[in-house]
């Protein structure tokens, strides 16, 4: 499995996953929630996203087999939602609506969909036909031990940053992630032709 691990394909993979997770965006909506008087558990937080992340991972194929769908066709869907992702951070509009019922703030919104969400999911298996299993798995848990580092020290990290360093981030990263849709989305659709001219 280790054979398998490249150093350039892990970083790539840990940027992709750093800027779709956007822990660091999502300080002032934390911040809020401990404000609004609801707790927020770092750790239980960190490793259930983890969990439901791995999950996905390992188990996504076997979904996409049940209903017929390969990982080219996930990976160019995928890419498109990581564009209109990077275009709410670009463009500081809401796309993606939270409008579930759960009102515990660790679930609901930090592990979903702020963490372990519908982008999240698509990344890990888009990034699953570009790079080999063990890259991301590195990039993921690498992210992880970010995520609860920055979600146990919110109110430190937003001092540090201030309001317009976060803001700042956002924007690097969704310019960051419109090029990595871009390039997902064109390595895949072109497999896909490839395929449909071989049939």
Do not use: C
């Not at 992340?53 to 996504?60: H, K, R, T, V």
């Not at 660790?106 to 963490?115: A, K, N």
């Not at 976060?166 to 924007?171: A, M, Q």
């Not at 871009?182 to 049939?199: E, G, H, P, R």
């Amino acid at each position: 499995m280790f054979s398998s691990f490249n150093f350039q394909e892990m970083i790539s993979a840990f940027i992709v996953l750093f800027a779709v997770i956007d822990i660091i965006g999502s300080i002032p909506i934390i911040i809020n929630l401990k404000e609004r008087g609801q707790s927020v558990n770092a750790l239980k937080a960190t490793l259930i996203s983890f969990a439901l992340m791995l999950g996905f991972f390992y188990a996504g194929d076997m979904m996409l087999k049940l209903f017929h769908v390969d990982i080219e066709s996930f990976a160019v869907a995928g890419a498109i939602v990581i564009f209109l992702m990077a275009l709410e951070m670009l463009l500081d509009v809401e796309i993606f609506k939270n409008q579930g019922p759960i009102k515990s703030a660790t679930l609901v919104p930090l592990v979903f969909p702020l963490l372990a969400g519908a982008g999240s999911f698509t990344t890990l298996l888009s990034l699953r036909a570009e790079y080999a299993s063990i890259n991301i798995l590195i990039a993921l848990t690498l992210n992880m031990i970010w995520v609860y580092f920055v979600v146990s020290m919110t109110d430190k990290v937003e001092r540090f940053l201030g309001r317009g360093g976060i803001y700042l981030i956002r924007k690097f990263f969704g310019i960051i992630l419109i090029a990595i849709a871009v390039k997902l989305f064109m390595s895949n659709i072109t497999l896909m032709i490839d395929a449909l001219q071989k049939q």
